[in-house]
């Protein structure tokens, strides 16, 4: 298994500028996340997904949007790029069967920078 | 919502020291508890986890630790190693949906001197 893939690594984008940040997942896990991390910060939770065609938001949502229309694919989609939103941006995903299974497995990660 | 402190921000020790961080969180609804090692320019992984039915549980060199009352929760590293060497976040989870929310701590950069 490839695990938990994401594109590009690494996207320099001018202020005003669109993209979507790809994340996929060959593990058959129901639930999916995007996380923006800053310098020195913590993970914080954009957005996440409990299945196909169910999205909702996280902590700080404002400026993204997402779609999950398969299980495996969850892109994260940037309108507007502002200097705000330069960051290092993580996908993950877990299982969510029985028996509290709550691991989730992070992607290698997408380096954002807007100028 | 939920808000997380974790403390300190940077700890150094020698190898064959312990290492304790130590986390404190608000939301009493919180029942899921990991812990996250990430090395520079790598992906978080998990390293440890407790519920919030459990006081305690210990994997080889790691523990963690939960006083549910107080709110708080510790990683305890023995015998560190130079390759312990990472950033560390605790996150506290509130249950949603049939999914879980988790908050992160700032992240505590632990340096271990060979």
């Known amino acids: 298994n490839a695990g938990v893939t994401q594109t590009p690594k690494f996207r320099i984008l001018k202020i005003g500028q669109s993209m979507t940040l790809q994340c996929t997942q060959d593990?058959?896990?129901?639930?999916m996340y995007w996380y923006r991390q800053d310098p020195g910060m913590g993970l914080k939770l954009i957005y996440y997904s409990v299945g196909a065609g169910i999205t909702d938001k996280g902590e700080v949502p404002n400026g993204y949007n997402v779609s999950r229309s398969t299980t495996e694919d969850f892109p994260l989609r940037l309108e507007l790029a502002a200097p705000s939103q330069t960051s290092v941006y993580f996908c993950?995903?877990?299982?969510?069967?029985?028996?509290?299974?709550?691991?989730?497995?992070f992607g290698p990660g997408t380096r954002l920078t807007v100028t | 919502g939920e808000n997380v402190e974790q403390h300190p921000s940077t700890l150094s020790v020698q190898e064959g020291d312990s290492a304790v961080i130590k986390c404190t969180y608000s939301?009493?609804?919180?029942?899921?508890f990991p812990w996250y090692k990430q090395e520079l320019g790598k992906r978080p992984q998990l390293i440890i986890d407790i519920r919030s039915n459990v006081g305690e549980k210990k994997d080889q060199r790691i523990a963690v630790t939960l006083n549910k009352t107080a709110k708080h929760f510790s990683l305890h590293i023995t015998e560190t190693q130079p390759e312990d060497s990472a950033v560390y976040f605790c996150?506290?989870?509130?249950?949603?949906?049939?999914?879980?929310?988790?908050?992160f701590g700032r992240g505590t950069s632990l340096i271990v001197h060979p």
């Open positions: 939301d009493s609804a919180s029942n899921y």
């Open positions: 996150a506290a989870s509130i249950p949603s949906g049939g999914s879980y929310i988790p908050t």
């Open positions: 993950a995903s877990r299982s969510g069967r029985s028996g509290g299974i709550y691991e989730q497995y």
């Open positions: 593990m058959n896990h129901n639930y």
